[in-house]
């Protein structure tokens, strides 16, 4: 059946730092993925989303390329900031059905 | 502005109770939804309604149950059936009832049984 499964967490990185928070899937077909944020005490913001292959969704300098090759959607930084600290969650449509990643939570010191 | 509401944010009640969680939205969407959120386990589907008047059970829908009398409102009432009901529950909703479309999400509610 259809899955995502993500890097586990905690991540924990300091200040401007590159971040890659891994992202893997299985589906058949063509699913369309999408990376949410949850900011403590929140519910999920959509991020970025790429509904074909080699699309590259990007957001808030966050940018996932869909790598149907390697059946990826790492979420990348170039350098964060403390206000990126939150919890990340990979996530595919297929057959209208969502399917979300465990989540993984990201820790940016100061 | 146009969102989805959850009231209230933090909710306690005894054992044995049965206890009904808001969610309101005004975006005027079609398809509306119900998750569980647990440490470690991500997000779980619990009912989701794609008309008025219609819904249907998620993965863990029992010991929960929902109504959808209105477009805008999509209730939860978490029985005393449910075992573990000590959670973080999130409302979402998409304008139709094709996944394609995002999911915007409440900011959540959480409840404490003791």
């Known amino acids: 059946g259809n899955s995502v499964t993500q890097m586990e967490g905690p991540v924990t990185l300091s200040e401007e730092a590159f971040l890659t928070i891994n992202c893997t899937y299985t589906?058949?077909?063509?699913?369309?993925l999408f990376w949410y944020v949850q900011y403590p005490g929140e519910g999920l913001q959509l991020l970025l989303k790429?509904?074909?292959?080699?699309d590259k969704g990007s957001n808030k300098g966050f940018e996932a390329t869909y790598r149907k090759e390697t059946t990826s959607f790492h979420l990348e930084k170039g350098s964060v900031q403390v206000s990126d600290s939150a919890v990340y969650f990979c996530?595919?449509?297929?057959?209208?059905?969502?399917?979300f990643g465990k989540g993984t939570r990201l820790h940016i010191l100061p | 502005d146009g969102g989805i509401t959850q009231s209230p944010k933090y909710l306690f009640r005894k054992e044995g109770q049965n206890v009904t969680l808001s969610c309101e939205q005004n975006l005027n969407h079609d398809a509306m939804y119900w998750y569980r959120q647990d440490p470690g386990q991500g997000l779980r589907l619990i009912y989701y309604?794609?008309?008025?008047?219609?819904?249907q059970k998620g993965d863990i829908a029992e010991g929960y149950s929902v109504s959808r009398e209105k477009k805008e409102s999509f209730p939860l009432t978490v029985t005393s059936a449910q075992k573990n009901p000590t959670a973080f529950y999130l409302c979402?909703?998409?304008?139709?009832?094709?996944?394609?479309?995002?999911?915007?999400f409440g900011n959540g509610t959480r409840l404490t049984v003791t």
């Open positions: 979402a909703s998409s304008p139709t009832a094709s996944y394609n479309s995002p999911l915007h």
């Open positions: 309604s794609q008309i008025v008047n219609d819904f």
């Open positions: 589906a058949t077909g063509y699913p369309s």
């Open positions: 996530a595919l449509i297929r057959d209208d059905k969502i399917i």
């Open positions: 790429a509904t074909k292959a080699d």
